[in-house]
């Protein structure tokens, strides 16, 4: 379900979170006709209390695949 109003996005909860790092919720946004994913932690500070913390991502932007690695961690020089 993209955004389909300029400056507007949405987030859902993540229902395929397998591990603490993973984000609790995800969704997208347009901001100046630019599409990007968002990612959102909830976290809790000392003094304030919990929050949402989150993460901007061009659609557009690929990640560089990951190299092979062996038992030991050291990558597979192929």
């Known amino acids: 379900m993209p955004a389909k109003k300029d400056m507007t996005g949405v987030?859902?909860?993540?229902?395929?979170?397998?591990?603490?790092?993973?984000?609790?919720?995800?969704g997208q946004c347009l901001v100046n006709g630019v599409e990007y994913w968002i990612a959102g932690w909830v976290n809790e500070h000392e003094e304030r209390g919990k929050y949402l913390s989150i993460k901007f991502t061009p659609k557009e932007e690929k990640q560089a695949p990951r190299k092979p690695r062996d038992d030991d961690g050291q990558n597979i020089p192929f």
């Open 11 to 26: 987030l859902f909860r993540n229902d395929k979170k397998e591990s603490d790092k993973h984000p609790v919720y995800k």
